[in-house]
């Protein structure tokens, strides 16, 4: 039988490689907004995990809302970054330091 | 008589001011004779002032002309207190004002700021009027500190010569460190009896319990209140330590250093302490102090002018050193027999600066001795002149300084204390010393031969130089047949020493035949021998002699000390504002903490990498931590 | 009658300097539209000290609106003898400043205007207002015109002097504010008529003593608050300086004497002697730093930090005149000698400034040690500056004079040694002003300068007319203390009554 916890538990695993994958990927900054994007889906499924396990939908409703906003978001970044290229002719994160104090 | 006594400050400042600020339509000779003329006036009113205080017994004219501050109790105000002390002051004042007025205007004809010189010599005596009148404390502050003033203004007259700025600049320093004590000194007599006003202090003197005052440094509340004024007359006055500036100030015009640092001004702490005679009265501590400085003042500045070989600072140590029997005097409350000395010195002082100015005139702006000699027989009417200044100083019989100096030796000697008889030998052998600086003087710029060069050239000055010489001569000879208004004068209304006196001839056939007399026999023959005859004695090279003679002539070094305080100061202004103010507050307060932060902040800038990695795991740390922390709470 | 006149004395020169700050066209309607301003204000400031009542004890002139209700703040004006006295100062001073410029050779010179026109409107604000958070307000607006003069117009090291100068007062008026709001929180209220009849308990009144204390100390500046005043002064232009040392330093008296000694008067006496003691080491050390400063300015600037620890000292020791006397005339005393410290120190100092600023214009230095003999060149200003420099130093006829004597004969019924360390300025004061004269005025010329550069006829009129109101303040102080006398005892009566 799988229970709530198993599914909560697949979901935090999902967030903790999505975090780590922000912070041990020093390379490429593709990766950072697919990490992102992973962290999302990991939210989305916890929302869907609680709207079944609590017999609401609009958890369920809610998701969609999030697909849609990830969707435009990655949209902007990926225009962003490749705007990035074609100043920087890299997208490497490590030379992107900008905001160092 | 209200009105005289107004317009008798009045007239002197308007001198002052037209003179002063006059443009150039007014010519340099009607400049100086108006404002002799003003002066004149003033004199004339001021006799008249006199002779009615003489002809009435017992009036003292008292009066406000105006209310200078009022504030709830407090009351100062601008008037006068006349007595018969302050009308022979006022008398004096203003024809020694008047003559130097006159000579004056020949004696300054040369220089380009003429009328700048008339405006502060009228400016002065308008203080020096406003110093005698008063009739409160703090008016007498005004006057004081206002010919001190015109005294820095003067001395640095020749404002290009380096030795006349600094001189001026010592004068008033100096003034200013008596002032200090003076102000505070009035503000203990203010604390006591809540007025500045003499007519209360006076008359509310006997109300005080002395007994429950507090004191201070093991002083009676009095005692230090006429300490701290008596060290603001030292400064003014020139006495030891606080004289180094008078023979300094020498440096302005002689005429100036007839009226300001002879006549008036030096004996301005004179009156003062005889002014506030009742007060000083009821001291024991601080008079027995003003009897020793006093009686060392007359001693070693009288040393001094025999070793002094510029004109015009013999005067200034002989000065000194009569101003000193006069604070002797003070010292054992014979307040109207110094004030006897100060008038007929007033006269004979003022007398010898003037032929001084008129020798100096004669050979060209030449003050050193050493290159005078024989000019008896150039200048007769000086050299006359210069005679009986020098008689009168050495108290020879029958002259003014022979009542005035031989009245307070005779004072003293009566005045049954151990310090006293100390102090009349003192004043004693000070006669003599008297007699062989002055007659030193007169020995070698009068007689022998002329050691400047050709004396053919030199010739007696005008008449406008020669009549206020000889006005003076006929005074310093005859004011002192006027010793029995002197000893009767009471000081306000208090006649507050017994003065034994038996009348004229008593007093000069006593006089003849006192100690004084084998002193100034004795220094007369000194110094003939000395001086005159040229005569060298083996004794005189003796070690001792020699070493006692640079002693005397480092002048105890006392301008020595004022010069290493003055740089003292300068020193410690200079280390505390490079240590203290930069160093300490600026530097490390002010500037410093802005510094600390600034490196604080570099620390905390390292956190921030800029990498979005390092803000993503510290983000995802800070969470876990608190998230341990609420946790631990909670379980 | 004019109603409104405070409100007029304040916006008038505010607004006109905002429409200078729009207009840079034509230099000589510039300058003659300045002078008509400010002289405008001189002659509605006479106005309103002609028809002040002296006798009344409450303030007058009142004007009182709400303004934010729900905090208790309102648009309260209103002046007693003290303030108007020291309005006229300002409006004087600021008029002259203003005919002084007129000989500048500046940039921007409509803002430079605009700047004094505003700081003379704000600092009649602050003179007049009643509330506390519009006394705070315009109490910290008159930083901004003053950082601006120092800031833009300035001698080279002008950012760091301005910076300094700004932080230091905001550090002080944060506290300031603080006390305000912790009045507000106990007794409701801004108004200065609560405020004086407000109680506190000692503990609170300590605390808020020593806040406010603070904020006017560094303004007046007390030692060891005083660091900014040299700098602020050395880098600001001439009228700058003029305006910092006449005008800026008496809003901090004047705080004092209007929040802080009536407010909190139990605290004040419970720690007065440290105050009285950072009064007394301002008049000795900062006067001895004077005598070997080598910038004209900076000798000033310390004087006047000696000379303002006359007018704090006058102020602390009311509590120790109390204790032993009780009695509520040397308190008036005390204080009227600090007040006409104020005044008078407002006159002198104006005066020194625009003398050394005159003398760096030709001879472009203002160290001491590049100049000498200046009276073979330029008499005219060489006798003013003289005449300024003994006015420095406490002579009698002078106005300094009189407050330096009421403060020292004060002191020694308070205690001894303050009477003894306050009368060292005798001698210190001679000793740095003439000095400075020795060194300055007399001797040899030093650079010579080929030409005629004594004072032309505008110079000589302000100089010349400053030195008759100090001749006159010195020989007629009366005028003053009668006006101040009234509010004085009401502000005395004030601060017994809550002992």
């Avoid at chain 2, 208004?485 to 003849?512: A, C, N, Q, R």
């Avoid at chain 2, 006692?548 to 200079?574: A, V």
């Avoid at chain 3, 004006?77 to 001073?93: E, F, M, R």
């Amino acid at each position: 039988m799988i229970t709530m916890t198993h599914y909560l538990v697949f979901s935090l695993l999902l967030f903790c490689i999505s975090i780590a994958g922000i912070f041990i990927n020093r390379k490429n900054i593709l990766l950072l907004l697919m990490s992102i994007e992973l962290m999302l889906l990991s939210v989305n499924t916890n929302f869907i995990v609680f709207s079944h396990f609590s017999n609401d939908i609009t958890g369920q409703v809610f998701v969609f809302f999030i697909l849609a906003v990830a969707a435009a978001e990655s949209a902007i970044g990926l225009a962003i970054i490749v705007a990035l290229y074609r100043v920087k002719n890299s997208i490497e994160i490590n030379l992107i330091n900008k905001l160092k104090g | 008589m209200e009105l005289l006594l107004l317009f008798i400050p009045l007239l002197l400042l308007t001198s002052s001011l037209i003179v002063g600020l006059s443009s150039n339509n007014l010519g340099k000779i009607s400049a100086g004779i108006l404002s002799s003329t003003l002066v004149f006036v003033a004199l004339i009113f001021s006799s008249i002032i006199l002779f009615n205080i003489y002809k009435h017994e017992d009036q003292i004219l008292y009066e406000n002309f105006y209310n200078w501050i009022s504030i709830s109790s407090l009351e100062i105000g601008i008037g006068y207190l006349i007595d018969k002390f302050s009308a022979v002051m006022l008398f004096v004042v203003l024809l020694i004002s008047f003559v130097v007025h006159v000579y004056s205007i020949s004696y300054m004809s040369e220089e380009k700021d003429f009328k700048r010189f008339f405006s502060y010599i009228a400016l002065f005596t308008f203080s020096m009027i406003l110093l005698v009148m008063s009739n409160n404390l703090i008016q007498l502050f005004i006057g004081w500190e206002g010919v001190g003033l015109v005294s820095y203004l003067l001395i640095g007259f020749f404002y290009k010569k380096e030795s006349a700025i600094k001189a001026n600049l010592k004068a008033f320093l100096i003034n200013r460190i008596g002032d200090m004590f003076f102000i505070l000194g009035i503000a203990m007599i203010y604390a006591l009896f809540d007025s500045f006003d003499y007519r209360t202090i006076f008359i509310n003197i006997n109300k005080v319990d002395f007994e429950n005052l507090d004191s201070y440094f093991g002083l009676s509340y009095l005692d230090l209140s006429c300490l701290f004024l008596f060290i603001g007359a030292m400064a003014k006055s020139a006495q030891i330590p606080l004289h180094v500036w008078l023979p300094d100030s020498m440096e302005g015009p002689t005429p100036i250093s007839a009226l300001i640092h002879a006549a008036t001004m030096v004996t301005a702490g004179i009156f003062m302490v005889g002014r506030l005679s009742p007060l000083f009265e009821l001291t024991d501590f601080t008079n027995s102090f003003i009897l020793i400085i006093g009686s060392s003042t007359a001693l070693f500045m009288g040393l001094i002018a025999i070793y002094e070989n510029d004109i015009k600072r013999v005067i200034a140590y002989s000065t000194i050193s009569q101003l000193g029997y006069m604070v002797a005097a003070l010292g054992i409350s014979a307040y109207t027999v110094s004030f006897f000395h100060l008038f007929t010195h007033a006269f004979f002082k003022a007398l010898l600066f003037l032929c001084a100015g008129s020798i100096i005139m004669s050979l060209h702006h030449n003050q050193d001795i050493t290159k005078m000699g024989g000019l008896r027989s150039k200048l007769p009417v000086t050299y006359i002149c210069f005679l009986i200044g020098t008689l009168s100083i050495i108290g020879f019989p029958l002259t003014s300084g022979f009542f005035s100096k031989d009245l307070i030796l005779e004072v003293m000697l009566d005045n049954n204390s151990t310090i006293s008889f100390v102090s009349y030998n003192m004043l004693l052998i000070g006669a003599l010393v008297t007699v062989i600086y002055s007659l030193r003087l007169l020995f070698i710029v009068f007689h022998g031969d002329f050691r400047g060069g050709k004396l053919s050239s030199i010739k007696e000055q005008s008449m406008i130089i020669l009549l206020p010489l000889i006005l003076l001569a006929i005074f310093s000879l005859f004011s002192g047949y006027l010793i029995k208004t002197f000893v009767d004068m009471p000081i306000y209304f208090y006649g507050l020493k017994d003065i034994h006196y038996e009348g004229m001839l008593p007093f000069i056939s006593h006089g003849i035949l006192s100690p004084a007399s084998i002193a100034l026999i004795t220094g007369f023959f000194a110094a003939k021998i000395l001086y005159k005859d040229e005569r060298k004695f083996k004794m005189l090279n003796s070690a001792i002699t020699i070493k006692l003679k640079s002693f005397i002539q480092t002048k105890y070094k006392f301008d020595e000390l004022f010069i290493y305080s003055s740089n003292k100061t300068k020193k410690i202004s200079s280390l505390l504002a490079s240590k203290f103010d930069i160093g300490l507050i600026d530097g490390f307060i002010v500037n410093g903490l802005p510094k600390k932060i600034n490196k604080l902040s570099q620390i905390l800038k390292s956190l921030s990498s800029g990498y979005l990695y390092h803000y993503a795991f510290l983000f995802v740390f800070s969470i876990v931590v608190i998230f341990g922390i609420i946790l631990a709470r909670i379980l | 009658m004019i109603s409104n006149i405070l409100s007029l004395l304040i916006w008038v020169p505010i607004l006109s300097g905002i429409i200078l700050y729009f207009y840079n066209r034509n230099e000589k309607i510039l300058n003659i539209y300045n002078v008509l301003i400010n002289f405008f204000v001189l002659a509605l400031s006479i106005y309103l000290l002609i028809n002040f009542k002296q006798d009344v004890e409450a303030f007058q002139f009142i004007e009182k609106y709400n303004w934010i209700n729900t905090l208790n703040i309102q648009y309260f004006l209103g002046v007693d003898g003290i303030s108007t006295l020291l309005i006229i100062l300002n409006t004087i001073i600021f008029f002259i400043v203003s005919i002084y410029n007129l000989n500048l050779k500046i940039d921007k010179r409509n803002q430079y205007y605009a700047s004094f026109l505003i700081a003379n409107g704000l600092t009649i604000g602050v003179f007049s207002s009643l509330d506390a958070i519009l006394f705070y307000i315009f109490f910290e607006a008159l930083l901004i015109p003053m950082f601006l003069i120092i800031g833009i117009w300035g001698g080279a090291n002008r950012i760091y002097a301005s910076i300094k100068f700004f932080i230091y007062t905001f550090f002080g008026s944060v506290l300031l504010l603080i006390s305000f709001l912790y009045i507000n929180s106990k007794i409701s209220s801004f108004d200065i008529n609560y405020l004086y009849d407000a109680n506190f308990t000692l503990v609170e009144q300590e605390w808020l003593f020593i806040a406010m204390a603070i904020a006017f100390a560094i303004k007046i500046p007390m030692f060891p608050f005083h660091t900014w005043l040299p700098d602020a002064h050395v880098q600001a232009p001439t009228s700058g300086s003029v305006v910092l040392a006449a005008i800026l330093l008496k809003v901090g008296a004047y705080g004092f004497i209007r929040y802080v000694l009536p407010v909190v008067p139990i605290g004040a006496m419970s720690l007065d002697i440290y105050f009285i003691i950072l009064s007394l080491i301002a008049i000795a050390y900062v006067g001895l730093i004077a005598i070997t400063q080598n910038d004209m300015k900076k000798l000033i600037a310390y004087s006047s930090i000696s000379h303002m620890g006359f007018v704090t000292l006058g102020f602390f020791i009311i509590f120790q005149l109390f204790e032993k006397t009780s009695n509520v005339d040397d308190l008036i005393i005390s204080l009227s000698g600090s007040l006409y410290q104020i005044i008078s120190h407002g006159f002198v100092s104006a005066s020194l400034f625009i003398c050394v600023g005159s003398i760096y214009d030709r001879y472009k230095t203002k160290k001491i040690s590049d100049l000498s003999g200046l009276l073979n060149q330029m008499p005219v200003y060489s006798w003013f500056f003289l005449f300024f420099a003994l006015a420095n130093c406490g002579l009698p006829g002078t106005s300094s004079f009189v407050g330096e004597l009421l403060i020292i004969i004060s002191s020694f019924k308070a205690n001894f040694i303050y009477a003894f360390i306050s009368s060292s300025t005798l001698i210190i004061s001679a000793f740095y002003s003439l000095w400075l004269v020795k060194r300055v005025i007399y001797g040899e010329i030093k650079i010579d300068l080929d030409k005629n550069i004594d004072a032309n006829n505008l110079e000589k009129l302000i100089l010349f007319t400053l030195a008759l109101i100090i001749i006159i303040l010195g020989i007629y102080p009366d005028f003053i203390m009668n006006f101040m006398n009234t509010s004085l005892r009401h502000i005395s009566e004030t601060i017994i009554f809550k002992l």
